[in-house]
């Protein structure tokens, strides 16, 4: 009698560990859409009744010229860093600006990928190490490659914008970037995952993600007054920035000890005092989509481990250790929403196996076990109260993917959640081990695809 009980009482403890996380985490994104909707609503009676809406041909001209140096690291990039090169050069509508992509001494494939385009405007630069190094340290080496080209021009730059080797940048943005740098130190664009016909659930999974994070938490962080975390991807950082970081760190303005230093970079600025801002601005009145970044993601399921392992050690383990707790309410509320991944993946854990353990129960009660006593009226309710905040988040995702995506994707984002639960289990284990072993030493990337090579 006492096994009989035991497998339910387990099930209900489980559901009660994870029910209880899950009420606090849907509060908090609850919290989130209220910030968000106030703010679109206070703006739509407001501002947007003062002034037209602005789109990116519209921005007012920039009060100071100065040139565009574009960093674009690459380790291992010769299948995509030619077309990502060419088609950046193709697409870019600015008159002065510079790419500087760097490349290490071990990797002749892509130093050929590179020497095939031969344009003017293109800036090779050798790392003299065996890579891979260190994302990070790839950019500081890209920093240092930069001061020597202004003091050969006897020009500064006047801001230095960062992209992978995959990605599909917006012809608008280096406009955009001149026209906003002088309003802010940092500026993140949008980004908008490029739908993969061969992995329309791994690979879908991020475009519905970023959907609701580029389309909602961005916008939430900057009303509440938190800094801007960089994506690494169509963004821009002021070159007078980077040197008040470079003069505080040694020369190396972005942390080459980090997994996400893309993500600290932007943190670090707004510690500093100086203004992050996330800008979403359509490309022309009328036109549809608006100024962003875009790119393929992982497509297998290993690969997306690896990918957001990394992004859950660098922010929610190592983040904590290198970044600590800093700034007004606003900013530790991102923060703490930031590094909340590995508990929301040991309360999915629980709450799975939750699941399957009932769902064994009711088998065996179908079989003609004895029934076990019901759960506890306080449990039931968590889980209603659940269930309903559950549906809410559900369309929240669809709103948003539907909105960048439209509704055939919407509809396909309601499953992917699984997908994405899935993959958040396994990535925070990585990250955990990965962690407890002192973090990977070097640049832990994923492989890459260009669009022109899926066509």
Same mark, same amino acid.
């Given at each position: 009698?006492?096994?009989? &009980?035991?497998?339910?009482?387990?099930?209900?403890?489980?559901?009660?560990?994870?029910?209880?996380?899950?009420?606090?985490? %849907?509060?908090?994104?609850?919290?989130?859409?209220?910030?968000?909707?106030?703010?679109?609503?206070?703006?739509?009676?407001?501002?947007?009744?003062?002034?037209? +809406?602005? $789109?990116?041909? =519209?921005?007012?001209a920039?009060e100071?010229?100065?040139?565009?140096?574009?960093?674009?690291?690459?380790?291992?990039?010769? %299948?995509?860093?030619?077309?990502?090169?060419?088609?950046? &050069?193709?697409?870019?509508?600015?008159?002065?600006?510079?790419?500087?992509?760097?490349?290490?001494?071990? *990797?002749?494939?892509?130093?050929?990928?590179?020497?095939?385009?031969?344009?003017?405007?293109?800036?090779?630069?050798?790392?003299?190490?065996?890579?891979?190094?260190?994302?990070? $340290?790839? &950019?500081?080496? &890209?920093?240092?490659?930069?001061?020597?080209?202004?003091?050969?021009? @006897?020009?500064?730059?006047?801001?230095?914008?960062?992209?992978?080797?995959?990605?599909?940048?917006?012809p608008?943005?280096?406009?955009?970037?001149? =026209?906003?740098i002088?309003?802010?130190?940092?500026?993140?664009?949008?980004?908008?995952?490029?739908?993969?016909?061969?992995?329309?659930?791994? /690979?879908?999974?991020?475009? $519905?993600?970023?959907?609701?994070?580029? /389309? @909602?938490? #961005?916008?939430?962080?900057?009303?509440?007054?938190?800094?801007?975390?960089?994506? !690494?991807?169509?963004?821009?950082?002021? +070159?007078?920035?980077?040197?008040?970081?470079?003069?505080?760190?040694?020369? @190396?303005?972005?942390?080459?000890?980090?997994?996400?230093?893309?993500?600290?970079?932007g943190? +670090?600025?707004?510690?500093?005092?100086?203004?992050?801002?996330?800008?979403?601005?359509?490309?022309?009145h009328?036109?549809?989509?608006?100024?962003?970044?875009?790119?393929?993601?992982?497509?297998?399921?290993?690969?997306?481990?690896?990918?957001?392992?990394?992004?859950?050690?660098?922010?929610?383990?190592?983040g904590?250790?290198?970044? !600590?707790?800093?700034?007004?309410?606003?900013?530790?509320w991102?923060?703490?929403? $930031?590094r =909340?991944?590995?508990?929301?993946?040991?309360?999915? #854990?629980?709450?799975?196996?939750?699941?399957?353990?009932?769902?064994?129960?009711?088998?065996?009660?179908?079989?003609?076990?004895?029934?076990?006593?019901?759960?506890?009226?306080?449990?039931?309710?968590?889980?209603?109260?659940?269930?309903?905040?559950?549906?809410?988040?559900v369309?929240? =995702?669809?709103?948003?993917?539907? %909105?960048?995506?439209?509704? *055939?994707?919407?509809?396909?984002?309601?499953?992917?959640?699984?997908?994405?639960?899935?993959?958040?289990?396994?990535?925070? +284990?990585?990250?955990?081990?990965?962690?407890?072993?002192?973090?990977? @030493?070097?640049w832990?990337?994923?492989?890459?695809?260009?669009?022109?090579?899926?066509?």
């Open positions: 009698m006492a096994a009989s &009980l035991l497998l339910p009482r387990i099930a209900a403890e489980l559901a009660l560990f994870a029910g209880s996380g899950f009420l606090l985490f %849907a509060l908090d994104d609850l919290a989130v859409d209220l910030v968000y909707f106030a703010r679109r609503f206070w703006r739509s009676a407001t501002v947007y009744r003062r002034h037209p +809406r602005m $789109d990116a041909r =519209r921005l007012p920039a100071r010229s100065g040139w565009i140096a574009v960093f674009v690291p690459a380790w291992d990039e010769a %299948a995509v860093i030619g077309p990502m090169l060419r088609s950046a &050069l193709a697409r870019f509508e600015h008159p002065d600006y510079r790419i500087l992509v760097g490349y290490y001494r071990n *990797d002749e494939p892509t130093a050929r990928a590179i020497a095939a385009i031969g344009d003017p405007r293109l800036r090779p630069v050798r790392v003299e190490v065996d890579g891979p190094t260190t994302k990070g $340290d790839c &950019l500081n080496r &890209l920093y240092a490659a930069l001061g020597e080209m202004e003091q050969a021009e @006897k020009r500064c730059a006047k801001l230095v914008v960062l992209h992978d080797a995959e990605d599909v940048v917006h608008a943005e280096l406009m955009v970037f001149d =026209r906003l002088e309003k802010a130190s940092i500026i993140q664009l949008p980004v908008l995952p490029l739908l993969d016909r061969w992995s329309p659930w791994v /690979g879908g999974h991020y475009c $519905d993600e970023f959907a609701e994070a580029h /389309g @909602k938490e #961005m916008v939430v962080r900057e009303a509440v007054g938190a800094s801007i975390p960089l994506a !690494g991807v169509g963004c821009a950082v002021a +070159r007078d920035t980077l040197g008040r970081l470079a003069a505080l760190h040694g020369g @190396k303005p972005f942390p080459a000890g980090s997994m996400t230093e893309d993500y600290e970079l943190l +670090r600025v707004g510690t500093l005092g100086e203004r992050t801002m996330f800008v979403r601005l359509p490309t022309a009328g036109e549809p989509g608006n100024v962003c970044s875009r790119g393929h993601f992982p497509g297998t399921v290993e690969q997306a481990v690896r990918q957001k392992a990394r992004w859950i050690g660098g922010i929610a383990f190592a904590w250790d290198r970044l !600590g707790w800093h700034g007004g309410l606003g900013e530790r991102m923060r703490m929403r $930031d =909340r991944g590995p508990l929301a993946a040991l309360l999915l #854990m629980a709450g799975y196996l939750a699941a399957l353990l009932y769902a064994q129960i009711g088998t065996a009660v179908a079989l003609g076990a004895p029934s076990p006593p019901p759960p506890s009226p306080g449990l039931l309710l968590l889980l209603s109260i659940n269930a309903g905040l559950l549906a809410w988040r369309l929240m =995702r669809f709103g948003f993917t539907t %909105a960048a995506y439209g509704l *055939d994707q919407g509809l396909l984002a309601i499953p992917r959640m699984l997908v994405g639960n899935f993959i958040a289990i396994l990535s925070s +284990r990585r990250a955990l081990t990965q962690y407890l072993q002192g973090g990977p @030493k070097r832990d990337k994923t492989a890459h695809i260009f669009p022109e090579l899926t066509s």
